[in-house]
């Protein structure tokens, strides 16, 4: 380092930690050595050492002050060092010019070789002379030669030795031009040869070797079949000068010795080249494992007889080691081998794989660079199935730049991977040669555990299950993952049961299937071990039931808009004791209040039947299968009745009272089911839902019955089976399916008012519902709405319709719905005839005495009843005569104006029920009518009230929406009630009327005491008296504008 030249830069972070350090070495120092010192000394040593440390920061301080203005010191530092670089070369150009000067003054001087002189003068002669000027002269001319000729004639002495040589099935193209022949193969290597003369017996001579990644031209050409990483290897592997030259001598040599020497040269080649590919390939492989296979694959480079290999292996975890046979005195194949061939190259231990080795010596002419063998070798019958599956998975290049580590890796495990799935088929399916195809290319076969399933397969390594009583849709695909080497399970339903299935699938296939692996030295053919035989499929089997369950599930929720429910969450351990499948699916049919009534379906439950219909059964299977059908396990169709006891303290949760077996049909052909838009297990469920549907009534019946402790008396029309069930062939279509009547309960009084005999319900084959209540006679007199024959009403509630018939009895019918809740009919009815027809038919007494005692001298009321029964009342109410009426345009004389609907109903404020008011148009004083009659229950006092509001308060609102001029808004009017007869007319929040409704036809209309603003047509004491006939104009022509203009 030149002391004269200015430090170089330093790091102030270096600078800090160095001063630091230093400090802090010296306080340890400090610490260290002042136990040891005196006391009165102590103080100035420590003192000392502050002192430094304090001087040591307080220069690095000042140096990093200074240190920003170390740019220009730098700047002049630089400066300085180019002016003394200047001046330096400036004094040694001086120094040399004077040297040069002093050179060029000798070099004027002239020097003699006296003694040379002498001897070439005297003596003629010059022994200084080199005596390599004798080679460098010119050489005696050869006699002039013709080379055209001399070329041609060598060209036919070499396609004549051709002829008579062996050529290679390798060479690709062989050219002889200007003496010389170029023979190679594309994409690997070329040669070029001649003569040493023109005799027959003369040598081959090898000019030049080379192979494709020296050449310029063939780079060119063919870097487009590798990628940029591989065309780097590849290229960092390329043959150099040495390489050639030592492959010429090699070649040379065997072929001054060969018999056929072209063969022998092209099989020198061919060595070198598949030994460069391998070489390439690995090198490819490591790249390969430490990027994106860093985990269960690796690359084994090894030299075995003077022969390169590579092993690509992977999969270790999914294979099992070779177990030798344990029976004494045999041998297996494995065994055989080791002892016939103790230095055969083995297989690796652990793991499939696939060798890439030089071809052999009668196969050198095989199309590619190499060949190679799988380890296990793919089943013959999987290469019968796909031909074409190694062929196209692990197709060998003949071209060096398209060697591809990649290729053979994915290629092996794409083969592998179809073994697995094609011997995992094998071991869940059974081996039939009757098997048949759907249009798409499905497949029919049988599990082992006695499924008849479809098989698809979009690829090799792709299997798709579904059992053929499903749509499909939603099949259990089993594939093989390449990159872990397991097996993978996956289905579209979103089920968390099947999800669970499936989880259970995948673990059972990753823990006790293993890949078997034949030994060390054999190929031998891929396998599987599988820890239990019958697990696999069975979990198989579980998870395509759990499928055609979802899908029953789904098709029953969302199509047939039937309630699928988890009957086990709550009543798990009365179902168990029940004897129903753990996989059952239940349909709820009806539920109740504490009784709920189920269709429960188990999958793959042979259904109850006897031997006789059983052996039918099996001949019709076996018929139909030959005629080219198939036979579908229909699942059990069964109706569960559950209980719920939970209000019962001494009671369990719930209890089952019924459980009845339903038969079921199971024969369903390939082209009727290819024709139906839903399979053929749907269809079945709508069908047995029906049949679920008409014994769910009699089951909540008979719950009806022991409820009440009443005697069912059942009337049906159709045939049963020896066991008791419904035999569905004999049904009618169009007659009720059975009839039950039942005395009403004794505990239940609705004397004197409603004399209801007993109850009748009829099930017809829509699972409709008909009750009856016969009643010895009616209460009053019915009254028919016009327009209805039957004079009865027509429910509000949609699919609930009650009917009263002119014979006094109640008919209620209910078609079947699929409502969350639903009640018994026989429930519904009595309940409503307690609650609802019971207090009905009290008011309707009253009615009919009033409407009577109500009528003029000819026999008119104006109100009257437009409908009367123990459901609904309506009450008309008629506008004044024609003689009475002073406007025209106010309505249509001798017109109903207004209808009063009263019913009896569930309210909040009534949970017994309470009269329900409703009118068309509205009535502004309704909220008053309908409080006063559930207090009072007196109809003289509503007749009454309606009789002196009901015209007044059409006309009142016919007033107010009547056309005026635009200083009248309209909006601005409000209608207050204040009780029956007493009305607020208010605008605008400046002035109010109130109007009275009086008898006999009387309005007093009068000045509102909070009013801000009197009205002037309204003003004097008492108010205004009017009549119905004058009501409409005044309001219309003056105490609206007096309002407004206030």
């Given at each position: 380092?030149?002391?004269?030249?200015?430090?170089?830069?330093?790091?102030?972070?270096?600078?800090?930690?160095?001063?630091?350090?230093?400090?802090?070495?010296?306080?340890?120092?400090?610490?260290?050595?002042?136990?040891?010192?005196?006391?009165?000394?102590?103080?100035?040593?420590?003192?000392?050492?502050?002192?430094?440390?304090?001087?040591?920061?307080?220069?690095?301080?000042?140096?990093?002050?200074?240190s920003?203005?170390?740019?220009?010191?730098?700047?002049?530092?630089?400066?300085?060092?180019?002016?003394?670089?200047?001046?330096?070369?400036?004094?040694?150009?001086?120094?040399?010019?004077?040297?040069?000067?002093?050179?060029?003054?000798?070099?004027?001087?002239?020097?003699?070789?006296?003694?040379?002189?002498?001897?070439?003068?005297?003596?003629?002669?010059?022994?200084?002379?080199?005596?390599?000027?004798?080679?460098?002269?010119?050489?005696?001319?050869?006699?002039p030669?013709?080379?055209?000729?001399?070329?041609?004639?060598?060209?036919?002495?070499?396609?004549?030795?051709?002829?008579?040589?062996?050529?290679?099935?390798?060479?690709?193209?062989?050219?002889?031009?200007?003496?010389?022949?170029?023979?190679?193969?594309?994409?690997?290597?070329?040669?070029?040869?001649?003569?040493?003369?023109?005799?027959?017996?003369?040598?081959?001579?090898?000019?030049?070797?080379?192979?494709?990644?020296?050449?310029?031209?063939?780079?060119?050409?063919?870097?487009?079949?590798?990628?940029?990483?591989?065309?780097?290897?590849?290229?960092?592997?390329a043959?150099?000068?040495?390489?050639?030259?030592?492959?010429?001598?090699?070649?040379?040599k065997?072929?001054?010795?060969?018999?056929?020497?072209?063969?022998?040269?092209c099989?020198?080649?061919?060595?070198?080249?598949?030994?460069?590919?391998?070489?390439?390939?690995?090198?490819?492989?490591?790249?390969?494992?430490?990027?994106?296979?860093?985990?269960?694959?690796?690359?084994?480079?090894?030299?075995?007889?003077?022969?390169?290999?590579?092993?690509?292996?992977?999969?270790?975890?999914?294979?099992?080691?070779?177990?030798?046979?344990?029976?004494?005195?045999?041998?297996?194949?494995?065994?055989?081998?080791?002892?016939?061939?103790?230095?055969?190259?083995?297989?690796?231990?652990?793991?499939?794989?696939?060798?890439?080795?030089?071809?052999?010596?009668?196969?050198?002419?095989?199309?590619?660079?190499?060949?190679?063998?799988?380890?296990?070798?793919?089943?013959?019958?999987?290469?019968?199935?796909?031909?074409?599956?190694?062929?196209?998975?692990?197709?060998?290049?003949?071209?060096?730049?398209?060697?591809?580590?990649?290729?053979?890796?994915?290629?092996?495990?794409?083969?592998?991977?179809?073994?697995?799935?094609?011997?995992?088929?094998?071991?869940?399916?059974?081996?039939?040669?009757?098997?048949?195809?759907?249009?798409d290319?499905?497949?029919?076969?049988?599990?082992?555990?006695?499924?008849?399933?479809?098989?698809?397969?979009?690829?090799?390594?792709?299997?798709?299950?579904?059992?053929?009583?499903?749509?499909?849709?939603?099949?259990?695909?089993?594939?093989?993952?390449?990159?872990?080497?397991?097996?993978?399970?996956?289905?579209?339903?979103?089920?968390?049961?099947?999800?669970?299935?499936?989880?259970?699938?995948?673990?059972?296939?990753?823990?006790?299937?293993?890949?078997?692996?034949p030994?060390?030295?054999v190929?031998?053919?891929?396998?599987?071990?599988?820890?239990?035989?019958?697990?696999?499929?069975?979990?198989?089997?579980?998870?395509?039931?759990?499928?055609?369950a979802?899908?029953?599930?789904a098709?029953?929720?969302?199509?047939?808009?039937?309630?699928?429910?988890?009957?086990?969450?709550r009543?798990?351990?009365?179902?168990?004791?029940?004897?129903?499948?753990?996989?059952?699916?239940?349909?709820?049919?009806?539920?109740?209040?504490?009784?709920?009534?189920?269709?429960?379906?188990?999958?793959?439950?042979?259904?109850?039947?006897?031997?006789?219909?059983?052996?039918?059964?099996?001949?019709?299977?076996?018929?139909?299968?030959?005629?080219?059908?198939f036979?579908?396990?229909?699942?059990?169709?069964?109706?569960?009745?559950?209980?719920?006891?939970?209000?019962?303290p001494?009671?369990?949760?719930?209890?089952?009272?019924?459980?009845?077996?339903?038969?079921?049909?199971?024969?369903?052909g390939?082209?009727?089911?290819?024709?139906?838009?839903?399979?053929?297990?749907?269809?079945?469920?709508?069908?047995?839902?029906?049949?679920?549907?008409?014994?769910?009534?009699?089951?909540?019946?008979?719950?009806?019955?022991?409820?009440y402790?009443?005697l069912?008396?059942?009337?049906?029309?159709?045939?049963?089976?020896?066991?008791?069930?419904?035999?569905?062939?004999?049904?009618?279509?169009?007659?009720?399916?059975?009839?039950?009547?039942?005395?009403?309960?004794?505990?239940?009084h609705?004397?004197?008012?409603?004399?209801?005999?007993?109850?009748?319900?009829?099930?017809?084959?829509?699972?409709?519902?008909?009750?009856?209540?016969?009643?010895?006679?009616?209460?009053?007199?019915?009254?028919?709405?016009?327009?209805?024959?039957?004079?009865?009403?027509?429910?509000?509630?949609?699919?609930?319709?009650?009917?009263?018939?002119?014979?006094?009895?109640?008919?209620?019918?209910?078609?079947?719905?699929?409502?969350?809740?639903q009640?018994?009919?026989?429930?519904?009815?009595?309940?409503?005839?307690?609650?609802?027809?019971?207090?009905?038919?009290?008011?309707g007494?009253?009615?009919?005495?009033?409407?009577?005692?109500?009528?003029?001298?000819?026999?008119?009321?104006?109100?009257?009843?437009?409908?009367?029964?123990?459901?609904?009342?309506?009450?008309?109410?008629?506008?004044?005569?024609?003689?009475?009426?002073?406007?025209?345009s106010?309505?249509?004389?001798?017109?109903?104006?207004?209808?009063?609907?009263?019913?009896?109903?569930?309210?909040?404020?009534?949970?017994?029920?309470?009269?329900?008011?409703?009118?068309?148009?509205?009535?502004?004083?309704?909220?008053?009518?309908?409080?006063?009659?559930?207090?009072?229950?007196?109809?003289?006092?509503?007749?009454?009230?309606?009789?002196?509001?009901?015209v007044?308060?059409?006309?009142?609102?016919?007033?107010?929406?009547?056309?005026?001029?635009?200083?009248?808004?309209p909006?601005?009017?409000?209608?207050?009630?204040?009780?029956?007869?007493?009305?607020?007319?208010?605008?605008?929040?400046?002035?109010?009327?109130?109007?009275?409704?009086?008898?006999?036809?009387?309005?007093?209309?009068?000045?509102?005491?909070?009013?801000l603003?009197?009205?002037?047509s309204?003003?004097?004491?008492?108010?205004?008296?009017?009549?119905?006939?004058?009501?409409?104009?005044?309001?219309?022509?003056?105490?609206?504008?007096?309002?407004?203009?206030?």
């Amino acid at each position: 380092m030149n002391p004269l030249l200015p430090p170089g830069p330093a790091d102030l972070k270096e600078l800090t930690s160095r001063c630091i350090d230093r400090s802090y070495d010296s306080l340890y120092n400090l610490t260290t050595s002042l136990p040891n010192t005196a006391s009165e000394e102590r103080r100035g040593v420590a003192l000392k050492q502050l002192q430094d440390t304090h001087a040591v920061f307080k220069k690095l301080l000042v140096l990093t002050r200074w240190s920003v203005q170390s740019p220009l010191a730098d700047k002049c530092a630089e400066l300085l060092q180019e002016a003394q670089t200047f001046q330096d070369q400036a004094n040694e150009t001086n120094d040399r010019l004077y040297f040069l000067h002093r050179d060029l003054d000798r070099a004027k001087e002239r020097q003699y070789d006296l003694t040379t002189a002498i001897d070439v003068l005297y003596g003629g002669t010059y022994t200084r002379l080199p005596r390599v000027i004798n080679y460098a002269m010119h050489p005696r001319e050869f006699p002039p030669v013709d080379e055209e000729t001399s070329i041609a004639e060598l060209d036919a002495v070499l396609r004549f030795r051709l002829i008579e040589e062996t050529i290679p099935d390798k060479f690709t193209h062989i050219d002889v031009h200007e003496g010389f022949v170029t023979a190679g193969a594309s994409g690997e290597f070329e040669m070029v040869f001649t003569v040493d003369g023109t005799k027959p017996d003369s040598l081959w001579l090898v000019a030049s070797v080379q192979t494709v990644l020296t050449d310029p031209v063939a780079q060119a050409t063919f870097k487009h079949l590798a990628s940029t990483s591989s065309l780097r290897i590849i290229q960092s592997n390329a043959p150099t000068d040495v390489h050639y030259m030592q492959l010429k001598i090699l070649i040379q040599k065997r072929l001054n010795q060969s018999a056929t020497p072209l063969l022998d040269a092209c099989n020198i080649m061919s060595d070198f080249c598949c030994s460069l590919a391998l070489r390439i390939l690995h090198a490819q492989g490591q790249l390969l494992v430490d990027t994106r296979w860093p985990h269960g694959v690796s690359f084994l480079h090894q030299d075995h007889n003077d022969a390169a290999t590579l092993d690509i292996v992977y999969w270790t975890d999914a294979t099992a080691p070779y177990v030798a046979a344990s029976t004494p005195g045999t041998f297996s194949l494995e065994e055989m081998r080791n002892r016939m061939h103790p230095d055969a190259l083995r297989y690796p231990a652990a793991g499939c794989c696939v060798r890439l080795q030089p071809n052999t010596t009668n196969d050198k002419t095989a199309a590619g660079l190499f060949s190679l063998q799988l380890f296990p070798a793919p089943p013959s019958m999987l290469l019968q199935r796909y031909p074409a599956l190694v062929p196209e998975a692990l197709a060998v290049p003949t071209n060096l730049y398209g060697l591809s580590a990649d290729h053979f890796l994915l290629g092996a495990m794409d083969v592998h991977a179809a073994s697995a799935l094609f011997c995992l088929e094998q071991h869940l399916l059974v081996q039939t040669n009757t098997d048949q195809d759907y249009d798409d290319g499905a497949e029919l076969r049988w599990l082992t555990t006695g499924e008849r399933v479809r098989v698809t397969r979009s690829s090799p390594r792709n299997m798709r299950l579904a059992r053929v009583d499903s749509s499909g849709r939603a099949p259990l695909e089993v594939s093989w993952d390449m990159r872990t080497g397991r097996f993978g399970a996956f289905c579209l339903a979103q089920a968390s049961s099947i999800a669970a299935a499936v989880a259970h699938l995948e673990t059972l296939l990753h823990t006790t299937v293993k890949v078997q692996l034949p030994g060390v030295t054999v190929a031998g053919e891929f396998a599987l071990v599988f820890a239990s035989n019958d697990d696999v499929a069975a979990a198989v089997a579980a998870v395509l039931r759990l499928v055609v369950a979802f899908e029953l599930e789904a098709f029953a929720s969302g199509c047939a808009n039937l309630p699928v429910v988890r009957v086990r969450d709550r009543h798990a351990a009365a179902v168990d004791a029940a004897g129903v499948a753990s996989d059952a699916v239940f349909v709820e049919l009806v539920r109740g209040k504490d009784a709920t009534v189920y269709l429960v379906v188990e999958l793959d439950t042979i259904p109850e039947v006897t031997l006789d219909k059983a052996r039918k059964r099996r001949r019709r299977c076996r018929r139909r299968d030959s005629d080219g059908l198939f036979s579908l396990g229909p699942p059990a169709f069964s109706i569960l009745h559950v209980v719920d006891e939970t209000h019962r303290p001494s009671a369990s949760s719930s209890s089952v009272r019924c459980l009845e077996r339903l038969p079921t049909p199971g024969y369903v052909g390939t082209k009727k089911r290819k024709r139906r838009d839903v399979p053929s297990l749907s269809a079945l469920l709508l069908d047995m839902a029906a049949v679920g549907r008409q014994r769910a009534q009699w089951h909540l019946l008979d719950a009806f019955a022991t409820k009440y402790n009443v005697l069912l008396t059942t009337t049906s029309t159709l045939s049963t089976t020896d066991d008791g069930s419904v035999e569905l062939a004999s049904t009618p279509p169009s007659s009720s399916l059975w009839t039950v009547s039942c005395p009403f309960p004794d505990r239940l009084h609705t004397a004197p008012h409603v004399d209801v005999h007993r109850l009748e319900a009829r099930v017809f084959p829509d699972s409709s519902v008909e009750v009856t209540v016969h009643v010895g006679s009616s209460p009053f007199a019915y009254i028919s709405p016009q327009g209805s024959s039957s004079g009865g009403r027509g429910g509000g509630r949609g699919s609930f319709v009650a009917t009263a018939l002119p014979t006094g009895d109640l008919v209620y019918r209910r078609r079947w719905t699929n409502q969350k809740f639903q009640l018994l009919l026989m429930d519904v009815v009595v309940a409503n005839v307690m609650l609802h027809v019971k207090p009905m038919a009290e008011l309707g007494r009253r009615l009919e005495r009033t409407l009577l005692s109500s009528l003029n001298a000819d026999g008119v009321g104006q109100i009257y009843a437009e409908r009367a029964d123990p459901f609904k009342f309506t009450l008309a109410c008629r506008g004044l005569p024609r003689c009475q009426s002073s406007s025209q345009s106010l309505m249509i004389c001798d017109d109903v104006i207004m209808r009063v609907h009263v019913e009896h109903k569930v309210m909040h404020q009534y949970p017994r029920g309470a009269f329900v008011l409703t009118t068309a148009p509205s009535h502004a004083l309704l909220p008053f009518l309908q409080d006063a009659l559930n207090t009072h229950k007196s109809t003289a006092q509503l007749v009454e009230v309606l009789e002196r509001t009901a015209v007044p308060l059409v006309m009142l609102s016919r007033a107010l929406t009547a056309a005026y001029p635009a200083a009248v808004v309209p909006s601005n009017f409000v209608l207050v009630p204040r009780s029956q007869t007493h009305l607020r007319l208010t605008y605008a929040d400046r002035c109010a009327v109130d109007v009275v409704f009086l008898a006999d036809q009387k309005i007093n209309v009068r000045s509102a005491p909070s009013s801000l603003v009197p009205v002037p047509s309204c003003a004097m004491p008492g108010g205004l008296l009017l009549d119905h006939a004058s009501f409409y104009d005044t309001v219309r022509r003056s105490l609206v504008p007096e309002m407004a203009a206030l």
